[in-house]
């Protein structure tokens, strides 16, 4: 397929709490294709017209939604079955990332350095007292409560006094039946892009975050002046090339694909941990991700070819 005359589909939009985000992205990344002089049009998913994508009979589809519906495998299997390369990881990898319990117990299973936790499955049956002891006694405080499903930290809770933990773990349970009680990592916040090449993985510059806020919340992701990205991070080299070894084996174990952003911090050790990866990170002008890419010279608009290369060659 000649990238120059596909026909590219940019999706967004979708129905999780994410649509805003996924609009600004996906309106920034057609513009840009447009830019690059590319044959690229746009498509607003809302509950109930996905066939529509179809009927479009697009060569490629960039994926620019976050969070369910978009980002964990559905649209991906859709696109999959009917023969359409899209942008970004499979349907399996998709699936997991999105799910931070699937995704903690295979990063633990396979020996990826990531922050210890309990983990509570749908259809358990506990009681938050009981857990909230088992994890102070276990990791101490404070201690970091997340909803297994949600994004942009909707859904977590970094709870420092010993009486709040079980109040939080049933405030996190009313967003998600599923949920993760974490050991609190101290360190740097860093982020590391990476996108699959024809001759390999390739590392984007680390990103070191700094939040104006207590930790990376909703407010400090989007609200501009709320964090600042540092690139690259200021960490020693081998903490560095630890942190980009890391993310590959954590990419690869979880079976991504395409472009996606591995997010880890410093643990107390001062070694990296992996947090989480985003399979369809933000792409709006102000992101991390095209912010690393230009610290190396790429510029928007080659950042989003590369991305569409990447699903054509796949
Ligand atoms: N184990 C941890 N220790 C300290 N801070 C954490 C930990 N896990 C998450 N955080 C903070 O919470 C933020 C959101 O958590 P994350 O797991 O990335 O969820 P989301 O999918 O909502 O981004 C992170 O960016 C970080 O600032
Ligand atoms: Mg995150």
């Known amino acids: 397929m000649d990238i120059k005359t596909a026909k590219i ?11 805003d985000i996924s609009l600004m992205s ?3 990344v057609l513009e840009a294709l447009k830019g690059r002089g590319l044959n690229a049009g746009g498509f607003v998913l809302d509950g109930g017209n996905a066939a529509q994508i179809l009927q479009k009979n697009p060569d490629c589809v960039f994926i620019a939604l976050h969070g369910k519906g978009g980002e964990d495998g559905t649209i991906q299997g859709m696109l999959e079955i009917a023969g359409i390369p899209y942008t970004g990881s499979g349907v399996a990898g998709s699936a997991v990332c999105m799910n931070k319990v699937l995704s903690k117990k295979i990063l633990a299973e396979s020996g990826v350095r990531t922050a210890r936790y309990i983990s509570v499955s749908p259809g358990d049956d506990f009681c938050a007292e009981e857990l909230a002891r088992n994890a102070i006694d276990r990791f101490g405080l404070p201690l970091v409560i997340k909803a297994s499903c949600q994004g942009s930290s909707v859904g977590v ?5 010993e009486t709040e933990v079980s109040g939080a773990i049933k405030r996190v349970y009313e967003y998600d039946k ?3 009680i974490e050991e609190f990592l101290p360190g740097k916040e860093l982020t590391v892009p990476l996108l699959q090449k024809p001759d390999g993985l390739f590392a984007f510059p680390i990103i070191e975050i700094v939040s104006e806020n207590e930790f990376y919340d909703f407010e400090s992701k989007y609200q501009p002046g709320m964090s600042h990205h540092i690139i690259p991070a200021r960490i020693p080299e081998e903490t560095a090339a630890e942190a980009v070894e890391l993310a590959k084996k954590a990419y690869i174990c979880l079976n991504c694909g395409g472009l996606t952003r591995v997010d880890l911090m410093l643990g107390p050790d ?12 933000g792409m709006t002008a102000t992101s991390l991700v095209p912010d690393s890419a230009a610290a190396i010279g790429i510029g928007f608009g080659e950042l989003t070819e590369m991305i569409i290369r990447a699903a054509i060659e796949k």
């Open 270 to 281: 001062g070694e990296p941990y992996v947090v989480e990866l985003n399979t369809i990170p």
């Open 157 to 161: 809770e970094i709870v420092r006094e």
């Open 178 to 180: 599923e949920l993760l």
């Open 26 to 28: 996906g309106n920034a």
């Open 9 to 19: 589909l940019v999706v967004m939009g979708g129905t999780s709490s994410e649509r």
